[in-house]
């Protein structure tokens, strides 16, 4: 991958970021990500896709509700819209393949800011198509996935999709449109939604039946519009349970699992899923990883994590090794993505003001999902961690217990045989014993 530079080197002084090893104490070295490394005989490069979020790398200013901007990158100094756009892509770019990314995702809005204007709108998005087109082909770097904001203008407190105004509805569909048309030009390889106030605030004032039904037929009429102009990709459906909204339509995997199979959308959509939205709706990020696999829609990662002592989305760079292990057993029993990648969304803190400390937030958290691949693939190769599973669910591999998976015991039987075979054994979970193997091959 060749670096992008353009008239100006916003990263002065950072080559581009080379493995150099476990021993390295290089901070703007990989230790553990060796692109080229096979595990479970893929590379981590291909298992893991990773990918720049545009939005909090390139737009974050630092600010929160407390205060304000905190970041004074030189990318965002201009004041036309579209040269300030470019000068963000330049720095994005040179970012991206400093890194040695080999994706990035954005929303609309994090390419060029928009305005009420929808023409003017899809003019603005066309010219910085175009631009990163051009970026796209200098580097090699590829779009995993793209999307529309339907969520920060003020049209959409009520939601996008699900708001009790049509018109509000269709201007959703019109950036929708924009977004998907931009897709297809960069040859993206998923689309994402994300119902960022796709909820309700209180049942007061809510229709949610009718809301949902809005919110299938406008993916239905998204999914068709795509397929209709050559998008060939995966749609990735976002969860989320709360934060904007009160209760969000896409609260967890298994929601949005029963919602895809209600509508007739299971086909087409798969889901994309986000560590800190998973602890936010009371899971586990593998917790999640595994429902989305047993259904066969694991289709995409949000890296980032929370802090356990704030209840909110604080979408912090990944650096738990031990979740990140345990996640990546899932990953690799379930074969990995169907799709996707792994996107880092996640922002640098508001008090990492230099431009460096993008690179530290991102090889760190690559870093750790190589060192975790690496960790969960010895697990299941050296240890006996399948096969104690395989153990426990033993009594259902032959005799009664494999006759009822197959549905060939009625109640009857099952009475029966609890009689003829008396009280069970108490059997161990062992639980304490494979957190321990996990911490043994860490």
Known sequence: MSVALGDKEYFKGISQVKYEGPESDNP??????DENRVVAGKSLKDHFKFSCAYWHSFNADGSDPFGGPTFEFEWNSKQDAVERAKDKMDAAFEFITKMNLPYYCFHDVDVVDYTNDIADNDRRLATMVDYAKQKQQQTGVKLLWATANLFSHKRFMNGASTNPDFLVLAHGAAQV?????????????NYVFWGGREGYMTLLNTNMKREQ????????ASKDYARKNGFKGTFFIEPKPMEPTKHQYDYDCATVIGFLRQYDLLNDFKINIEVNHATLAG?????????????????????NRGDVQNGWDTDQFPNDLNELTEAMLVFLEAGGLQGGGVNFDAKIRRNSTDPADLFFAHIGGMDTFARALITADNILQKSDYKKFRQERYSSFDSGKGKQ??????????????????????VRSGKQEYLENIINRFI
């Open 177 to 189: 449109k924009a977004a998907l048309d931009a897709t297809i030009a960069l040859d993206g390889e």
């Open 213 to 220: 039904e809005h919110l299938a037929r406008f993916l239905h």
């Open 28 to 33: 703007f070295a990989f230790r553990w990500y």
């Open 283 to 303: 899971h586990t990020f593998q917790h999640e990883l595994q429902v989305a696999a047993d259904a066969g829609v694991l289709g995409s990662l949000d890296a």
């Open 404 to 425: 009822f998976e197959e549905g060939t015991v009625g109640l009857e039987d099952l009475r029966a045989y609890a009689i003829e075979s008396g009280e069970p054994e």
